[in-house]
């Protein structure tokens, strides 16, 4: 069953990404949006520690994560990033 919301939000993050930026980020966000809304994370840090820290200070931030890194050539993050646009438009669009 879809969850209605008023925004999306979509925070991309890859290997050289600083988790305090991040977790930085999410603070504003919850702190200055005040409409009805899911934060999401597309991980592609492969950094596990990433996952927890976020899960622990925002446990109702949703995290897609890509099981293997496929570099940064050609396009794979964005390709990457844009196929883990589907997943949440089907669940809140």
Do not use: W
Not at 5 to 31: A, H
Not at 61 to 82: D, E, P, R, W
Request: proline share 5%; net charge positive; charged share 20%.
């Amino acid at each position: 069953m879809k969850s209605f919301v008023n925004l999306l939000v979509v925070i991309p993050i890859g290997p050289t990404c600083t988790i305090e930026f991040v977790l930085d980020t999410i603070s504003s966000v919850m702190y200055y949006v005040q409409s009805h809304k899911k934060i999401i994370i597309v991980d592609d840090s492969q950094i596990p520690e990433h996952e927890k820290k976020i899960k622990d200070l925002f446990p109702a931030v949703v995290i897609l994560k890509n099981k293997k890194s496929h570099g940064k050539l050609f396009g794979v993050v964005y390709q990457f990033v844009s196929c883990l646009f589907l997943r949440p438009r089907s669940f809140y669009l």
